[in-house]
């Protein structure tokens, strides 16, 4: 009985009655791709070329580069690293999700020393460095407000900053820690202060903390210290919008020294885009100094790859760099880039550069890179523009980021 159950079994998997599903090699659903270049992108760029070349400008000096994910439409110097400028700071994004991740809060820890009676510290209080690089006046007031909502009204002792603590992208620990103490205590606010606490939504309590010491520095916390607070940052996705819709170099160079300064984001850049490392050469996180060169084509592909990171979550790019007619501030506050791209600029003295992708119907998400080089930069941020605007043939399909554009300081909850 067991062989003749067997031999049926066999029998089945050969039976005419139900043969497997056979595809065409060329029917299967990765070769119905669009791989086809749009000529019409050649076209544009060799007016904007020729528009540049009449203008003075050495088109061997310029690099563009256009595709969509099988398709390259165009291509002139596209693979040739170039000064880039703030387009940088798409690496150093890369870098920083690959290190931390999306919802990544960094942590300020706050400790006392000595005995603590009826809201006097018969010590000091401690500031311990948690690699925030976006601790402003409005963080300073939310942290004042939540020492007062433990009790504390009175410091009989020293503020001491433990290590390399910044507030107001004061790269000095000392300065930093006088700026902490003068916020802490409303009564010595200056009028940057008081302007900056005008505009917080459902402002806080002027807080009143009084700290008869003075601010100092070492490099560990005190062996007797107790925690008596974690304040965390905004989430990185919220700092990296930041930076990059205001071009923020020292959030960026913040962010890259704690990942290992400008060769090691290179290196992260160049695998998780997957282009060759010669082709992002970088010496620092911002893009200050001729010195970081990136290829077109390795700026379109960074843009790319953080694409594919953000694929299957509640995020898009436009969540973490400037929409053009969503972002009214900013790099793109006077440009006129077409409504629903996501772009990143780029500026030095001689350079000028604007990456991105834009969201057609026809082609999917095309990803671009145009950097220049030469003087006249408010005439290459205009032609840039206009070649944006030449593309138009596409339906934009504007993106629109999922998450909140505008960022509410102090809403965190303490722990």
């Not at 020393?113 to 300073?140: H, M, S, Y």
């Not at 790019?317 to 440009?335: N, Q, S």
């Amino acid at each position: 009985m067991w062989l003749a159950n067997l031999l049926g079994f066999l029998l089945s998997l050969f039976s005419p009655q139900s043969p497997p599903p056979v595809i065409p090699w060329h029917q299967a659903e990765i070769f119905q791709l669009d791989t086809t270049p749009d000529r019409r992108v050649q076209r544009v760029l060799q007016e904007y070329l020729a528009t540049l070349s009449h203008q003075g400008l050495s088109p061997s000096q310029q690099g563009v580069w256009v595709q969509s994910d099988w398709a390259i439409h165009a291509n002139h110097r596209g693979k040739i690293p170039a000064p880039a400028a703030s387009l940088t700071k798409i690496a150093t994004t890369i870098a920083a999700l690959k290190t931390w991740g999306l919802e990544h809060r960094f942590t300020t820890r706050l400790y006392t020393t000595g005995t603590i009676q009826e809201g006097v510290v018969r010590g000091d209080l401690v500031v311990e460095a948690g690699g925030d690089p976006l601790f402003v006046w409005e963080e300073a007031i939310a942290l004042a407000n939540r020492l007062e909502k433990l009790g504390l009204k009175r410091i009989e002792g020293d503020l001491v900053i433990v290590g390399n603590w910044q507030m107001n992208f004061q790269d000095n620990p000392l300065r930093s820690g006088e700026m902490l103490k003068q916020a802490l205590n409303s009564q010595n606010w200056s009028y940057s202060i008081e302007k900056q606490y005008q505009e917080i939504q459902n402002s806080f309590p002027r807080p009143k903390i009084i700290i008869t010491g003075t601010v100092k520095t070492r490099a560990q916390k005190p062996s007797n210290a107790q925690l008596i607070l974690s304040h965390h940052s905004l989430t990185l996705r919220e700092i990296l919008r930041l930076m990059n819709v205001y071009s923020n170099n020292k959030i960026a160079e913040s962010l890259a020294r704690q990942i290992g300064g400008g060769p090691s984001i290179a290196s992260i850049a160049a695998t998780v885009a997957k282009v060759p490392p010669e082709e992002i050469i970088l010496v620092n996180g911002s893009g200050l100094g001729e010195g970081n060169r990136i290829s077109p084509r390795a700026a379109a592909r960074m843009l790319m790859a953080l694409d594919m990171m953000l694929e299957g979550i509640n995020y898009n790019l436009g969540d973490l760099f400037p929409v053009a007619g969503i972002d009214y501030k900013g790099t793109i506050e006077h440009r006129h880039i077409p409504r629903g791209i996501v772009c990143k600029t780029g500026t030095l003295a001689v350079v000028s550069a604007l990456a991105g992708v834009i969201p057609t119907a026809e082609k999917g998400k095309v990803y671009f890179a145009i950097i220049n080089y030469g003087n006249g930069l408010d005439n290459l941020r205009k032609q840039q523009d206009t070649f944006l605007q030449n593309l138009q043939f596409w339906t934009i399909q504007p993106i629109i980021p999922y998450g909140p554009i505008e960022v509410k300081f102090g809403a965190r909850t303490p722990s």
